[in-house]
């Protein structure tokens, strides 16, 4: 069985090494792999959250791919570090809102068994002593984060060990079990994986409708560097009806994200991101103005029509869709791989992918 898995972010590298383990071959095509939303990301893998409660199916596609992140990182760290830390998020509330907020959110933990501790402001500020000071938060210490840039380079390193194809060419067409290249080479599929995040629906040849329109939501993101991390744990702040969040890499960076902006496929950082950013983390740790600015990038979230992955086949034989995570990719990675190397082998998936289906918007 001869795979092409169309884009290299986080969701068709994850799809293309679940794939090169079951021995499928594959070819990956892409022509910056990782280098696009997959690179900005954040890669917080929080707990949940109560805006989850209602959708359920998405609740659960998210707590089967939480179950599932522990054995895909310690099968992946068989070939290289994957940059995963399941030491804790912390929820802190900076107003009553907010600590009301927590009180829901509690009781959506418990009821998913999510272990769950209630922290009150001194122990917040024992936990985390470099935030302002909170009015309360809520630990799941069994939740944390990835690196994204350290989990891309390793799924790459897995999928080439397992003797799979990195092309960097972009896809132009999809022919009749052939995809077109920009340098009019063509690779043949017995399979193929659109995977190509919000660029997806640009790939030309199928019927009109069989893609859905990926649209681009662009989030800057800031990094800062400390030595040692001025966090523990993964840190969401919330106050004035919004959060921030706050992922401390062990090396010192932090990563503060972000922004939601719909302004088309513009990949530019701006001044007025980078302030927002600057001032909101200064309102939570009020010495960030002394750490090291390290970065300010920006990436394309891929959104759906109903801003849903989509995930699975489509009306066309042989042809599948891994796309539109939006804000949760990373998080999915391992619920989507494992749902595409099904469909790859004529086997079920999990029932909890049925829902995103492709065919919904036919
Ligand atoms: C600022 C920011 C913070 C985020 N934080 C988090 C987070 O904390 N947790 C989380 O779970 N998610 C987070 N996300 C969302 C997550 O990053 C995305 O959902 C995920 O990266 C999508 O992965 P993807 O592989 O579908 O798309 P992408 O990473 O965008 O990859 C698409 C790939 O397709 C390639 N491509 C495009 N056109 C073609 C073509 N014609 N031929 C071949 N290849 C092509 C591109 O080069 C690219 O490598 C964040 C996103 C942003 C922007």
Redo the contacts with the bound molecule.
Sequence with gaps: MNTVV?????????TAWRAALRGITVTV??????????????????PGHEELLKQEHVLRLCMTSRDLYPSFVAELEEFAPAGFRRDGVLDAAFDEDALQGLERQEALQESLGIRTQRLGPRECSELEPNLAPALGGLLSPDDG?VD?RVLNAALITAIEALGGTVVR????RVGDHTVT??NGDTVTFDRLVL??????H??EGLPEGVIPEIRP?????LRLHSDPPVLNVTTRAFSKGSSL?L?PRLGGEL?I???YEERGYDETVTADGTFGLLARVTEVIPSAGTLRFAEI??????GSPDDLPVIGPTTVPDVYL????????????PVTADAMVSYLTDTDPDPVVLPFTPLRFS
């Design positions: 169309v884009g290299g972010g986080v969701i068709g590298l994850a095509i892409d022509p910056a792999p990782a280098s696009k939303a997959s690179h900005a990301s954040a890669g917080m893998l929080p984060s994204p060419r972009s896809a132009v290249l920009d995977a190509a995040g919000c660029w997806t640009q790939i939501v662009k989030g800057q993101i969040y992922v990563v994200g972000s922004t990038s920006a990436g394309l979230r891929p891994a796309s539109g995570h939006f804000r949760m990719g990373v998080q999915l990675a």
